[in-house]
């Protein structure tokens, strides 16, 4: 998200750019918008991460 953040400001890859902008409620090209793009995405990815860990532990056990 940093890397489409600093492509996106230069007018690099803009259609990747515009993508994540729909997919993500924070993401925008400024400053605040990268870096509240990457927690957000930080955020929803823990939670998947520990979810799937928590179902995996319970049925491999």
């Known amino acids: ?6 492509l996106g400001n230069l007018g ?6 515009e ?3 729909q997919w993500h409620l924070f993401f925008s090209l400024s400053l605040g918008g ?5 927690l957000e ?3 929803v990815s823990f939670a998947g991460l520990y979810i799937f860990g928590g179902l995996y532990n319970k049925f491999t056990r």
Do not use: D, K, N
Request: proline share 0%; glycine share 18%; aromatic share 4%.
């Open 12 to 17: 690099l890859y803009m259609s990747g750019v």
């Open 1 to 6: 998200m940093l890397l489409l953040g600093i």
């Open 41 to 43: 995405a930080a955020v």
């Open 19 to 21: 993508a994540m902008m």
């Open 34 to 38: 990268i870096i509240g793009g990457m």
